[in-house]
């Protein structure tokens, strides 16, 4: 017996990116699967979109006060009639096989959830590209983003997310993190004896932040997650999570150095890396003006996420502050 399928979408606004997605489920190969859409408080009226695809696709539509997309997956969940609930951001892109290729996974590869890459789609404009690329570079997050290679224990994220339901019953499904939600969902997983898996051939392509200030500040809240889920599951904690703080510091202290010593050593090695990011986004991109943006968005990327793990570190570490009153935004009430 085939495996069965909700996919479960939370979404705050964004009707075109619902609509794109809606769309690419359309055409998928293996019909065989249930749409739950949470509505989080949208600002602006999702059922019309919604609307455009009743009778097309087996889709149902609820509409709860805002909580962030942790309980509105939850919400989802409980709503769910199939045996494994698929998460995705409202902001992706399936390819046709995405159900038919999930439904062999499972049937071959034992695991109680799992999750796949993220990448960009050719119609994506170059920023979006250059994102995608500094998100999922061996540069900057070691390809744990986009290749099974990258990892040993891998932790599924939402964008594209897997978890037999029974399963996610059991650990309470996510907790009352805003963000960093999912990783602490993998890490939930873990430790109540559940296992993980990556399937190299369920990638979706996610659009990301198309604005820099709007990435900086994402990545800025990824990097104040950090701390909290170190706090949460020490026994997962990995020296690789302060990378980009030191990268920053490292940084600084070139310049320091340069100015005060007159020397361009630390500098030196820094003009390295650009160079060897640049020519390896040229290399994946096949585009030089994707390259150099993907430069900035590297060092946009490794100095807010730094500078956001550092703050959250201090505050966590040296104040001993509570994760709750250092961010509060970053929690919702049950």
């Given at each position: 017996?085939?495996?069965?399928?909700?996919?479960?979408?939370?979404?705050?606004?964004?009707?075109?990116?619902?609509?794109?997605?809606?769309?690419?489920?359309?055409?998928?190969?293996?019909?065989?699967?249930?749409?739950?859409?949470?509505?989080?408080?949208?600002?602006?009226?999702?059922?019309?979109?919604?609307?455009?695809?009743?009778?097309?696709?087996?889709?149902?539509?609820?509409?709860?006060?805002?909580?962030?997309?942790?309980?509105?997956?939850?919400?989802?969940?409980?709503?769910?009639?199939?045996?494994?609930?698929?998460?995705?951001?409202?902001?992706?892109?399936?390819?046709?096989?995405?159900?038919?290729?999930?439904?062999?996974?499972?049937?071959?590869?034992?695991?109680?959830?799992?999750?796949?890459?993220?990448?960009?789609?050719?119609?994506?404009?170059?920023?979006?590209?250059?994102?995608?690329?500094?998100?999922?570079?061996?540069?900057?997050?070691?390809?744990?983003?986009?290749?099974?290679?990258?990892?040993?224990?891998?932790?599924?994220?939402?964008?594209?997310?897997?978890?037999?339901?029974?399963?996610?019953?059991?650990?309470?499904?996510?907790?009352?993190?805003?963000?960093?939600?999912d990783p602490d969902l993998s890490m939930t997983?873990?430790?109540?004896?559940?296992?993980?898996?990556?399937?190299?051939?369920?990638?979706?392509?996610?659009?990301r932040r198309v604005d820099l200030g709007k990435?900086?500040?994402?990545?800025?809240?990824?990097?104040?997650?950090?701390?909290?889920?170190?706090?949460?599951?020490?026994?997962?904690?990995?020296?690789?999570?302060?990378?980009?703080?030191?990268?920053?510091?490292?940084?600084?202290?070139?310049?320091?150095?340069?100015?005060?010593?007159?020397?361009?050593?630390?500098?030196?090695?820094?003009?390295?890396?650009?160079?060897?990011?640049?020519?390896?986004?040229?290399?994946?991109?096949?585009?030089?003006?994707?390259?150099?943006?993907?430069?900035?968005?590297?060092?946009?990327?490794?100095?807010?996420?730094?500078?956001?793990?550092?703050?959250?570190?201090?505050?966590?570490?040296?104040?001993?502050?509570?994760?709750?009153?250092?961010?509060?935004?970053?929690?919702?009430k049950k």
């Amino acid at each position: 017996m085939k495996p069965t399928i909700s996919i479960i979408v939370a979404i705050f606004n964004r009707k075109d990116e619902l609509f794109e997605l809606l769309n690419s489920l359309t055409f998928q190969t293996d019909k065989e699967f249930e749409v739950i859409i949470v509505d989080d408080g949208s600002l602006i009226d999702l059922k019309p979109t919604i609307h455009n695809f009743e009778g097309i696709l087996d889709i149902e539509y609820f509409r709860k006060d805002n909580s962030g997309p942790g309980l509105s997956r939850n919400y989802g969940a409980r709503r769910a009639k199939n045996e494994w609930l698929i998460f995705v951001d409202s902001d992706v892109i399936v390819e046709k096989d995405y159900i038919e290729n999930i439904k062999k996974n499972i049937e071959t590869v034992p695991c109680d959830a799992f999750g796949g890459a993220d990448k960009a789609h050719k119609g994506f404009n170059l920023m979006q590209k250059a994102i995608s690329y500094s998100m999922t570079s061996v540069f900057t997050t070691g390809g744990i983003r986009g290749s099974k290679k990258a990892v040993s224990r891998f932790q599924p994220r939402s964008f594209n997310m897997g978890v037999n339901k029974a399963v996610f019953e059991k650990v309470g499904g996510f907790s009352e993190m805003r963000i960093g939600e999912d990783p602490d969902l993998s890490m939930t997983l873990w430790e109540n004896g559940f296992n993980t898996a990556f399937f190299d051939d369920i990638a979706v392509y996610h659009k990301r932040r198309v604005d820099l200030g709007k990435f900086s500040k994402q990545v800025y809240q990824f990097g104040c997650a950090r701390p909290i889920l170190n706090q949460r599951h020490p026994n997962y904690v990995k020296i690789s999570f302060a990378f980009p703080t030191l990268f920053m510091l490292g940084y600084i202290l070139g310049f320091a150095e340069y100015f005060i010593l007159g020397r361009g050593i630390i500098l030196a090695f820094y003009g390295l890396y650009t160079f060897m990011v640049l020519f390896h986004a040229m290399m994946v991109t096949k585009n030089i003006s994707i390259a150099g943006m993907a430069v900035i968005s590297t060092y946009i990327q490794m100095f807010s996420y730094g500078y956001g793990f550092l703050k959250s570190w201090v505050l966590l570490n040296i104040l001993r502050m509570k994760p709750e009153d250092a961010f509060p935004k970053h929690f919702h009430k049950k």
